[in-house]
């Protein structure tokens, strides 16, 4: 199966198309695609998506955040790893380094440090934050956060929408709601301030 929407298959090309509007986006350097997976493969990591999270997961419950999250490829599905690596890739990343012009040669990480699958169920929220930018493991700094949704039919009133704000924290100058096959692709710096703070209220 094909990683990518037919109508994108030429990510270089994509990438270039693109490369403007990720650099010159406020806040800061970013960009939203929509369907750029394939849909039936985002359908089969989304059937497969654990479950069990909370029991074979992380869970995170403070004042900064109440979520969970996996980042334990042993615990993955087959087509959730391939998926990944297909993220992790030569052609992805250097999708992804064309896009956002970064000097230094992008890296992947095989650790999927603060990456993998992440859930937040009803009364979850992450607040406004910058994300750390020191690898703990490689040591190298973080460059990218590549974020992909998969919420079927999900509305604004369920909170969960992601928003950046400015520099100086004091606006929120863009909210992105969480739908299906969105992904969005941002800039790691100290000034990246992003979260979804409006606690998530879905009623299923």
């Given at each position: ?86 993220l992790n890739s030569k052609k992805f ?112």
């Amino acid at each position: 199966m094909n990683f990518l929407n037919e109508n994108n298959n030429n990510l270089e090309v994509l990438a270039k198309q693109k490369k403007v509007e990720y650099i010159e986006a406020k806040p800061f350097p970013h960009i939203v695609i929509d369907n750029l997976f394939n849909e039936q493969l985002l359908n089969n990591v989304l059937n497969e998506f654990p479950s069990n999270i909370d029991e074979i997961g992380d869970k995170f419950d403070n004042k900064v955040e109440k979520k969970l999250s996996l980042n334990d490829t042993n615990k993955f599905s087959h087509e959730t790893n391939n998926f990944i690596n297909f993220l992790n890739s030569k052609k992805f990343i250097n999708f992804l380094q064309i896009l956002t012009d970064v000097n230094e040669k992008l890296i992947p990480d095989p650790y999927l440090i603060g990456g993998g699958l992440h859930e937040l169920k009803n009364k979850g929220y992450l607040n406004i934050h910058a994300d750390f930018n020191l690898h703990p493991s490689m040591k190298l700094d973080r460059r990218l956060n590549l974020l992909i949704y998969l919420n079927k039919n999900w509305k604004s009133d369920f909170g969960g929408s992601l928003e950046l704000w400015n520099k100086s924290m004091e606006n929120c100058e863009k909210k992105i709601i969480p739908l299906f096959n969105k992904t969005v692709i941002f800039s790691t710096t100290d000034y990246s301030y992003h979260g979804n703070p409006e606690i998530i209220n879905h009623p299923e």
